[in-house]
């Protein structure tokens, strides 16, 4: 599932699932109801939730900067997204510490 995807079904949670009545609602209320089914998140979830926030605020500014990057690129990130979903990685820490035995001296 690519970001778009997971920011559309985000959205569709938060507006649909969440409240059935969300399309009679003011902004006023749906500020509040959107508020309050953040607050019931626990911290993995907020944290996810607030990630594909930023994501979705940006995505004009992601989108922009994805097209002026040439398609070697391109596939060079889906790659490394690949590998990632796939548990391929390398930890943060692990870089950190690699690096850091590297060049303490």
């Known amino acids: ?8 079904l ?4 938060v507006y649909f699932i969440f409240d059935k009545n969300v399309l009679a ?8 109801n959107f508020f309050r089914q953040i607050d019931r998140l626990d911290k993995v979830k907020l944290e996810e939730a607030y990630g594909v926030l930023l994501n979705y605020l940006n995505s004009k500014d992601d989108l922009d900067e994805w097209n002026n990057l040439t ?6 990130i889906m790659d490394s997204i690949e590998q990632l979903d ?3 990685g390398i930890s943060h820490s692990d870089v950190i510490n690699k690096y850091k035995n590297k060049y303490s001296a």
Do not use: V
Request: charged fraction near 25%; glycine fraction near 4%.
């Open 71 to 76: 398609a070697e690129q391109q596939k060079g």
């Open 10 to 13: 985000f959205l569709f949670k």
């Open 1 to 8: 599932m690519d970001n778009l995807q997971i920011i559309k």
């Open 86 to 88: 796939n548990n391929q």
């Open 25 to 32: 609602m003011n902004i006023a209320e749906l500020k509040l």
